[in-house]
């Protein structure tokens, strides 16, 4: 599977957008970028997923750059409650297995 | 709806000790996985069940670890006997089924197993 960097923590202020950056070089046309995160002490919890374009859901918006290599996910207004491990994570189209990395751990300040 | 139900919530074994903990996952979704991860980590699959057949068990430990999904519903995994660096959450998930569906996987609340 191809792998993802992503930073090991981010802090941000309550209310304010957040922008979480993922790099994936080595993606291949059929990799899928899945976000996932995980609140203390619970499993991970669905997040958002793209291929190619954009996606917005309720939660949070995918920005895909063009090439691919890299990804953005945006919580338009953190909350404390977004205080989680956010994992960026590849799978291919040939099955939906995660391999989960070190995630970025956001912190937000009220 | 109902989640993805996991039982015990806690345990604590000694070494060598056998251990086995439970999933049911969401009414209707056919594919089950069973996680591990160690603190401070993401969750590593263990292995994937797609109704009662497994589609990968690549990254079990299967000197020690066993899984079984009867009626491709239900199922238990198993330590036997466990080491000290099996001292894990254990998380079981559930999605859908192949395809874009089931892209969407979701977690129960996981077991922390200590062994001491």
């Known amino acids: 599977d191809a792998k993802t960097t992503q930073p090991n923590s981010m802090e941000s202020n309550e209310e304010e957008p957040v922008h979480l950056p993922c790099n994936h070089s080595t993606i291949s046309g059929t990799d899928y970028i899945h976000w996932y995160r995980q609140l203390p002490s619970q499993g991970p919890e669905y997040v958002i997923h793209?291929?190619?374009s954009n996606v917005n859901n309720r939660m949070a918006s995918l920005a895909i750059a063009e090439d691919r290599k890299s990804s953005t996910l945006i919580l338009h207004r953190a909350t404390l409650r977004d205080a989680a491990v956010y994992y960026c994570?590849?799978?291919?189209?040939?099955?939906?297995?995660?391999?989960f990395g070190g995630g970025t751990r956001l912190m937000v300040k009220p | 709806e109902a989640g993805v139900a996991q039982s015990p919530r806690y345990k604590i074994i000694e070494k060598r000790q056998s251990v086995a903990f439970w999933c049911n996952p969401i009414?209707?979704?056919?594919?089950l996985y069973w996680y591990q991860q160690i603190l401070g980590q993401g969750p590593k699959l263990l292995i994937q069940?797609?109704?009662?057949?497994?589609?990968?068990d690549s990254q079990l430990p299967k000197d020690r670890f066993s899984a079984e999904r009867l009626k491709g519903v239900d199922s238990t995994l198993k330590i036997q006997p466990a080491k000290l660096e099996d001292s894990a959450v254990y998380l079981c998930?559930?999605?859908?089924?192949?395809?874009?569906?089931?892209?969407?996987?979701?977690f129960g609340p996981g077991t922390r197993l200590t062994v001491t």
């Open positions: 069940f797609q109704n009662n057949g497994v589609v990968d």
């Open positions: 994570i590849l799978s291919s189209n040939a099955g939906n297995m995660l391999t």
């Open positions: 998930a559930s999605s859908l089924g192949p395809g874009e569906s089931s892209y969407e996987q979701y």
């Open positions: 009414s209707g979704h056919a594919t």
């Open positions: 793209g291929l190619t």
